[in-house]
């Protein structure tokens, strides 16, 4: 059962536009989710997150709103760069046993950006 | 600089012949893991580790081990690697995360491993 679900395997968005990229989940016990970056050859980077008991986080270009009711996210880039052009992962957090600790990181599987100059 | 190291970064290996990945990480990180990456699967988690001598399953644990005997080092170990396991492999590290924010992981280069 997949518990995060990218269902684009890829998006073209033209310079300036705005990109979103989406996501689904069906885990409730998420707490966290996490939007990463990853280009060829290197290990993905984060990117953003949001608390489960927030809707919207903003950090410059990328804004990640958060629908609870409908388990879904998703990621806004404005305005999208040639160098955004990357794979996206979208992950959900299953807190550990001790609380707020680090457990379980669960991904989607990626929906790849291309922006074209 | 701070860094998430993997070694080797390639390995072509066959059936059964035991090996090791290490991973290293220099920012006194408490929290490391272990992800997969196969084509149309995404990333999936084997095993992560909150601290030395604590380690927990992930996703897909299955035919591999971990050990964390020292803080920087989490080596992936395959005891009898199969070609099921061919695949590209990342090691992760954070802080451990005790309050509301989250701790930021850092993902190493990967290591493309492929077993005969």
């Known amino acids: 059962d997949q518990q995060v679900k990218q269902n684009s395997p890829s998006l073209s968005v033209q310079e300036g536009r705005i990109s979103i990229l989406n996501c689904d989940y069906t885990n409730s016990m998420f707490d966290y989710f996490l939007w990463y970056k990853k280009y060829p050859a290197e290990g993905p980077t984060f990117l953003i997150s949001i608390s489960s008991i927030k809707d919207k986080n903003e950090d410059g270009r990328f804004t990640v709103f958060l629908n609870k009711s409908a388990k879904h996210l998703s990621l806004h880039i404005v305005p999208s760069q040639p160098g955004d052009s990357a794979v996206y992962f979208c992950a959900g957090h299953v807190p550990g046993g001790y609380g707020g600790s680090q457990g379980n990181l669960i991904f989607g599987k990626g929906t790849k950006l291309s922006v074209k100059p | 600089e701070a860094q998430v190291t993997q070694n080797p970064r390639y390995l072509i290996t066959v059936t059964g012949k035991k090996l090791t990945v290490t991973c290293s990480q220099n920012m006194n990180h408490e929290y490391m893991s272990w992800y997969r990456q196969d084509p149309g699967l995404g990333l999936r988690q084997i095993y992560y580790?909150?601290?030395?001598?604590?380690?927990d399953k992930g996703d897909v644990p299955e035919g591999y081990k971990v050990s964390r005997k020292e803080k920087r080092n989490f080596p992936l170990i395959l005891e009898s690697p199969s070609p099921n396991q061919t695949s590209l492999y990342f090691c992760?590290?954070?802080?451990?995360?005790?309050?509301?924010?989250?701790?930021?992981?850092?993902f190493g280069p990967g290591t493309r491993l492929t077993v005969l």
């Open positions: 580790s909150m601290n030395v001598e604590v380690t």
């Open positions: 992760a590290s954070s802080f451990l995360r005790t309050s509301a924010d989250w701790s930021e992981q850092f």
